[in-house]
């Protein structure tokens, strides 16, 4: 179920989902709802009435009224769209400009409805305005005024022409023809203008000129006059000369002219005056008046203040200013002066006569040459001939010259030669002696190995010839590999010229000598030292030595150890770095030595006796070698006599040395017998009996284990093989022998088993 109410618990609307309701001002509802389990939940609404809207209207000008012409825009007000009626269509806020004053009503909507209100625009009468001046036109240089008419409260008069300020009725000078506006202000602030305008002719006012204010007696100038559009009128004293702009006049006294001007009704008048000067007398001389063609004349004048010298001959102008000048005429020539005095001018008149010069031609075999070339020269078209020579100095009397050439440059040589009447001529024949080429020759290493490469350079030439060492090459660079010290011819030639000049460079070959300081032979398994060196490294170093060959493959070191056993070669390589004049230059040379072998000696020792009791003295001989060391140098020689007390086996270390040095060592053994009689036998010791012993020969050889043994003399001699086991109860007889020193011998170790048999 639902409850609506208008706020009050008790205003109850309506029982409905749904309530249609009308109010007039804002109003809140509120809804309560109840469910199956008779649960309660509330909420509310609001509902906004709006009114009908009341309308303002305003406008942007705040006086009361505008000026005609003048904008203003009207506003709306208190509305949500607004609509304008009037005498003329408007837009809300859009500026417009009226023609007449009116009524305008707008008309405002919103949601609610619409409303209105309306709004008056004045329209302010302009001010009456009049400008007049003075005069319409005027002489330039005369006052005039404007005078503003009307009922303006205030009023301004400005120019379209900038020039003097203009103030109402006040006089003021216009400079030319220009318009006036008169503006005029009411007490509403609305102008109002007027124009007029003042017509300004020019008074041709400019000053007469002439073509020379100073004239010579008998000369002419022009006087000009402008600036006139009526016309002119020339005077001199009471005689009119003219009604022209300009005027020719020659005057011979000081004169002065007059001219007036007129342009409409304004008139001018002014004067000028010519000077007239009369003319100055002039005298003119040559010194000689008869010479050789173009040998030189001093020409002089006087009597003026400047002169002005012209020919009759080339250079028919005026060709000098001085009252002296120096001339060579080349024929028969007048000379005329023209004198000044600073203002007029009079010439006087002067001949020289001229014998001719003989022709005279050179002819050179060559015109240009090389350096180093000849060229003759020979003269003709005269008498006799000397010639001289720039920059040699010397002065050479003949037809022909042959002369030298000791640098390049341009060699001017000048020929004089005479005729029958003295005359003499000058010409000159230069010879163009060019340079040969100046040839930068460069390698780029001067220093390098043994067929190393090195680049050529040549430059100051076009064009380039090498020698068959550098291939022949005609190029300004080209690569060699000398195998030697080679010096390499190069020819550069100038297109322009043709000239060639030839030059040499050295390119030198480093190659490292090594030397390797060995034995040339060495003891089968004796270690030996090989050491290498670089006799030459420059000023470099040794960067590296290898080593190769048996049992030492590239091995690095300048020394090396090695233990041949045969015939051995070795092989050295180094690379010597020496500091060539463009840079480390770094060369690889190899040498080989050979080590021969001596066969160490075979050292043997030997006893003077196989079998030594203690305290016996016994020889012991070595052999095999030429010197022997014993026991580490507490014995030498090859025979030693040595003698112990104990019992037992005492070992010998001996070193044998051959001729070639080599040596060999050797271990040697002596056993030291206890050779005990019977009386002394231990029935608990293991080994072999004899009794008796001393004996006549015949004695007994007893064991208590198998063992076969050899009966041998003092000579080391076997005089019998005996077997002694378990079937003769191990023991043998001996008998039938002779005196003297028996052993018995183990002849399975060869070791004594028993003791010295003495057999008496």
């Known amino acids: 179920t639902y409850t609506w109410t208008t706020g009050s618990a008790t205003n109850v609307i309506s029982n409905s989902v749904g309530v249609s309701v009308n109010p007039t001002s804002n109003q809140t509802y509120s809804v309560s709802a109840t469910n199956a389990f008779g649960c309660v939940a509330n909420s509310a609404i609001t509902v906004t ?82 400008a007049v001046a003075a005069t319409g036109s005027i002489c330039s240089g005369n006052t005039t005024t404007i005078n503003v008419t009307g009922n303006s409260v205030t009023n301004t ?48 006012n400019l000053a007469p000129t002439s073509s020379t204010m100073i004239l010579c007696i008998g000369n002419s100038a022009t006087l000009t006059a402008t600036g006139a559009t009526g016309g002119y009128t020339w005077t001199s004293g009471t005689s009119t000369l003219g009604t022209n702009s300009t005027l020719v006049v020659t005057p011979n006294t000081t004169t002065t002219y007059s001219v007036t001007k007129n342009s409409s009704t304004c008139f001018d008048t002014k004067p000028i005056t010519i000077q007239v000067n009369s003319l100055t007398p002039v005298f003119a001389s040559a010194s000689p008046t008869l010479v050789c063609a173009s040998n030189t004349v001093s020409l002089g004048a006087f009597g003026g203040v400047s002169y002005q010298w012209y020919a009759s001959s080339a250079p028919t102008t005026s060709f000098s200013s001085s009252s002296n000048p120096v001339v060579m005429p080349a024929v028969n020539t007048t000379y005329t002066v023209a004198a000044s005095d600073g203002t007029c001018i009079n010439t006087a008149v002067v001949s020289v006569q001229t014998n001719t010069n003989p022709i005279i031609s050179v002819v050179s075999t060559a015109t240009t040459i090389c350096l180093g070339e000849s060229a ?44 029958s009447v003295g005359c003499t001529t000058t ?57 030697s010290t080679m010096v390499y011819n190069v020819t550069g030639t100038l297109t322009s010229t043709g000239c060639s000049t030839s030059t040499t460079v050295l390119v030198s070959i480093y190659t490292p000598t090594i030397s390797i300081m060995s034995p040339t032979n060495t003891c089968l398994g004796g270690a030996m030292t ?75 020792v030997a006893q003077a006796r196989p079998f030594v009791c203690k305290g016996e003295p016994v020889n012991l001989i070595a052999s095999g070698a030429n010197t ?4 580490g140098g507490a014995y030498s020689g090859a025979t030693i006599t040595v003698s112990h007390n ?114 008496q």
């Open 157 to 204: 008069i400005t120019s379209t022409i900038a020039g003097p300020a203009v103030t109402n009725g006040q006089g003021f000078t216009p400079a030319v023809t220009n318009t006036y506006t008169a503006k005029g202000t009411s007490a509403l602030g609305c102008t109002a203008t007027a124009v007029t305008s003042v017509q300004v002719v020019q008074t041709p």
């Open 427 to 483: 010409v000159q024949k230069v010879v163009i002696v060019n340079a040969a080429p100046t040839l930068s020759v460069w390698a780029t290493k001067t220093l390098v190995c043994s067929n190393g490469a090195t680049t050529l350079n040549v430059s100051g030439a076009n064009s380039y010839q090498w020698d068959a060492g550098a291939n022949n090459a005609t190029t300004n660079t080209t690569v060699v590999n000398p195998a």
């Open 530 to 604: 090989l050491t290498g060196s670089v006799n030459n490294p420059a000023s470099g170093a040794i960067t590296s030595y290898t080593w190769s060959g048996p049992g030492i493959p590239n091995t690095q070191g300048q020394s090396v150890v090695v233990n041949p056993t045969a015939f051995t070669i070795y092989t050295l390589t180094a690379k010597s770095n020496t500091l060539a004049n463009n840079g480390n230059l770094t060369c690889i040379e190899s040498k080989t030595t050979s080590v021969g072998i001596f066969y160490n000696p075979t050292v043997t």
């Open 376 to 419: 003759t020269l020979t003269a003709s078209g005269a008498n006799n001939y000397t010639w001289t020579s720039n920059p040699v100095t010397s002065t050479t009397n003949g037809q022909v010259l042959t002369p030298s050439f000791p640098a390049a440059g341009a060699y001017a040589f000048f020929v004089t030669g005479d005729n």
């Open 628 to 631: 022997f060391t014993w026991n």
């Open 646 to 759: 104990n019992v037992g086996t005492v070992s010998y270390s001996v070193v044998g040395t051959d001729a070639n040095g080599c040596k060999n060592d050797t271990i040697f053994y002596l056993k030291i017998n206890g050779c005990q009689g019977i009386e002394e036998f231990d029935g608990n010791t293991d080994m072999v009996r004899i009794y008796p012993n001393p004996n006549s020969g015949q004695f007994n050889i007893v064991s208590n284990r198998d063992v076969k043994v050899q009966l041998i003399n003092e000579l080391g001699q076997v005089i019998r093989h005996f077997e002694l086991q378990s079937s003769n109860n191990f023991q043998v007889q001996v008998s039938d022998l002779a005196k003297g020193i028996y052993f018995i011998v183990d002849e399975k170790n060869k070791s004594l088993t028993g003791q010295k048999i003495i057999v």
């Open 49 to 130: 009435v709006d009114q009908t809207p009341t309308i303002t209207a305003v406008s942007s000008n705040t006086t009361g009224g505008i000026c005609p012409g003048a904008t203003v825009a009207l506003f709306g007000g208190g509305a949500t769209s607004y609509t304008w009626s009037g005498p003329m269509t408007i837009s809300n806020g859009v500026s417009f400009a009226p023609t007449s004053t009116g009524t305008y009503v707008v008309s405002g909507a919103n949601a609610c409805g619409t409303n209105t209100a309306a709004i008056t625009v004045s329209i302010h009468p302009l001010p009456t305005i009049g």
